[in-house]
């Protein structure tokens, strides 16, 4: 049954996990918001490009997904917020950074585990890739 005390429990955590999230979330999109002001987006964008092409992704993309892959998903959430992709494109990158997120700090705990740290990011680098070039492949067909 929900009571005053569990409300006023639900909303204190929801605030302060707002709060938390909020903390990346909006400096990513700020700087992202620099970045294409700046031209550098643009520049990082060319560079890029080839690669995200395969992916059915903008050049752009790879901000989100090198963001994601070294920081965390809220990471690449915030400058998913700041780039411009269709539904498919976001599902790509959904689906990509799904596999591979947070590489250092989850290599760190699995290397604790006595797992190799190289094994964990090539595994998880090259299925988030292999998803991604799948997905995109799966939408054009159909």
């Given at each position: 049954?929900?009571?005053?005390?569990?409300?006023?429990?639900?909303?204190?955590?929801?605030?302060?996990?707002?709060?938390?999230?909020?903390?990346?979330?909006?400096?990513?999109?700020?700087?992202?918001?620099?970045?294409?002001?700046?031209?550098?987006?643009?520049?990082?964008?060319?560079?890029?490009?080839?690669?995200?092409?395969?992916?059915?992704?903008?050049?752009?993309?790879?901000?989100?997904?090198?963001?994601?892959?070294?920081?965390?998903?809220?990471?690449g959430l915030g400058a998913i917020a700041a780039i411009e992709l269709n539904t498919v494109q976001i599902t790509t990158v959904a689906i990509m950074i799904s596999v591979a997120h947070s590489l250092i700090t989850e290599t760190a705990v699995v290397k604790k585990l006595g797992v190799s740290a190289t094994a964990s990011i090539a595994v998880r680098v090259f299925f988030s890739f292999l998803m991604g070039i799948l997905y995109y492949r799966m939408t054009v067909i159909l």
């Open positions: 049954m929900v009571t005053t005390d569990t409300f006023k429990r639900g909303f204190k955590n929801g605030i302060s996990t707002l709060i938390e999230l909020s903390k990346i979330l909006v400096p990513v999109y700020i700087g992202v918001e620099l970045l294409a002001a700046s031209g550098l987006l643009n520049i990082l964008a060319e560079f890029f490009e080839p690669v995200m092409s395969i992916f059915g992704l903008p050049g752009e993309a790879s901000l989100i997904i090198i963001l994601s892959y070294f920081l965390n998903t809220y990471a």
